[in-house]
């Protein structure tokens, strides 16, 4: 197996996914013939610094980008920093020519995203964007019957990401909830990867959108400890105000004719994470949802008296799903769709093909998600911009 240099930038909760998902790639997809070696992890926090290297193997720890793209040994890199600094991040890899896979959204704007999906390509090297959800085998599934038309022609489609993480007024006011840190808010964070979902199960992308959006706890707590992701938080009595949206629900139409609406919320008590795609056809319907990861449900036809969804367990046959169990109905992880993505991306930056979701795909949702940002704000429909070179298309 031929060792591959990987440096990782931001070991919060995703770097120390990505640097997981590098691992597991000689034993899930070993005709790569690649060993991803962990060669440096950059963070300006000494304790992650310490964690890199103690916990997750990796051979230097340095704090800042600029020493992990000057090391030879590093061939590609993962950018998992907060969305403020994606742009110059990805600016700094691209210019050293690396290929480089990043969290998702791209930039904190569409304009940012653009900057990097131009900057990638200028440099010619291989890009992945976070949109883990992609990868389920599920999802890839219901995107195979959509494809091979056993749905019929596509008429509607509902998907919603409605989550609770930010659901108490207690919880801490992060990077997440800073306009200039995150751009837009749960729109950026939960619902691109929606944009994302609707665009790659239908091979249609959302051409136009009409949105509302809300914010429902304008206040929040100033974190007096920093934590991982979500998790592991201390804060005090002072509050400073939130900056972007709670909550958004959009109307679309997508470029083959089809319509969808969308919404997302991080404050929705009761909903952990729920993600969820359904689509509607002619001739069928398919459905899937995260808080079943591994099953999806199918109607074809009309059924006759047993209309009806069919509940369908993952098994082989669905996407990548044969390479983490051996046994149809055993559950997969959220941890084992990153290492489907980095595998992805791998191969991309090593090889001609192009499977992971790209740049060009990251600025398509950035497109959907400012279009539903400047609907919201003229209580108007905005087109969308069609972005070349994406990976969602049939
Ligand atoms: N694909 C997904 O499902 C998913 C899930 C969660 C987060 N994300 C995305 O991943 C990114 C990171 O989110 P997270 O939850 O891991 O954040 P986090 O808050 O857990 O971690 C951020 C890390 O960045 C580090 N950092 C701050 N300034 C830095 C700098 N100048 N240089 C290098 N590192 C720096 C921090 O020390 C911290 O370790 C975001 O863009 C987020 O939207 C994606």
Redesign the pocket.
């Known amino acids: 197996m031929r060792e591959i240099g990987v440096g990782l930038?931001?070991?919060?909760?995703?770097?120390r996914l990505h640097a997981e998902s590098y691992r597991r790639i000689p034993a899930r997809f070993p005709e790569l013939g690649l060993r991803p070696r962990l060669a440096v992890a950059?963070?300006?926090?000494p304790e992650?610094q310490r964690a890199a290297r103690e916990e997750f193997g990796f051979e230097r720890a340095v704090g800042?980008?600029e020493e992990v793209l000057a090391d030879p040994e590093v061939e590609v890199v993962s950018l998992?920093?907060?969305?403020f600094?994606?742009r110059d991040?990805a600016l700094a890899a691209a210019a050293a020519g690396k290929p480089f896979w990043i969290?998702?959204?791209m930039g904190v704007c569409a304009a940012q995203s653009r900057e990097i999906r131009d900057a990638a390509r200028a440099a010619g090297i291989a890009t992945a964007v976070?949109?883990?959800?992609r990868h389920a085998p599920a999802v890839e599934h219901l995107r195979a019957l959509v494809a091979a038309g056993r749905l019929g022609r596509v008429t509607n489609v509902r998907c919603w990401l409605i989550a609770d993480y930010a659901s108490s007024p207690r919880g801490p006011l992060?990077?997440?909830y800073d306009r200039e840190k995150a751009g837009s808010g749960v729109i950026?964070?939960l619902l691109s990867?929606g944009a994302d979902l609707v665009a790659y199960v239908t091979g249609q992308r959302i051409a136009e959108v009409s949105a509302r959006t809300d914010v429902f706890i304008p206040r929040r707590p100033i974190p007096t400890k920093?934590?991982?992701?979500?998790g592991g938080f201390e804060v005090g009595s002072q509050t400073g105000p939130v900056g972007n949206e709670d909550w958004v629900a959009a109307l679309a139409t997508l470029s083959g004719g089809a319509h969808a609406t969308l919404e997302s919320s991080r404050v929705a008590r009761g909903h952990r994470s729920d993600y969820a795609i359904e689509v509607f056809g002619t001739d069928g319907s398919a459905r899937w949802s995260f808080t079943r990861m591994n099953e999806f449900e199918v109607m074809l036809g009309d059924g006759g008296t047993e209309h009806g969804y069919t509940t369908v367990l993952a098994g082989a046959g669905h996407g990548d799903y044969a390479r983490f169990q051996p046994g149809p109905g055993i559950p997969m992880s959220f941890d084992d769709l990153k290492t489907i993505e980095a595998a992805q991306f791998l191969a991309d930056a090593t090889t001609a093909s192009q499977s992971a979701p790209n740049a060009s795909d990251g600025l398509a949702a950035a497109e959907v998600s400012e279009a539903i940002v400047r609907s919201a704000a003229s209580r108007s429909w905005v087109e969308v911009p069609e972005i070349e070179g994406t990976t969602s298309a049939f």
């Open positions: 930038v931001s070991l919060g909760w995703m770097g950059a963070d300006p926090v992650n800042s980008i998992c920093s907060p969305n600094l994606h991040f969290e998702k959204p976070g949109f883990n959800y992060t990077w997440r950026g964070d990867h920093v934590g991982v992701g979500h």
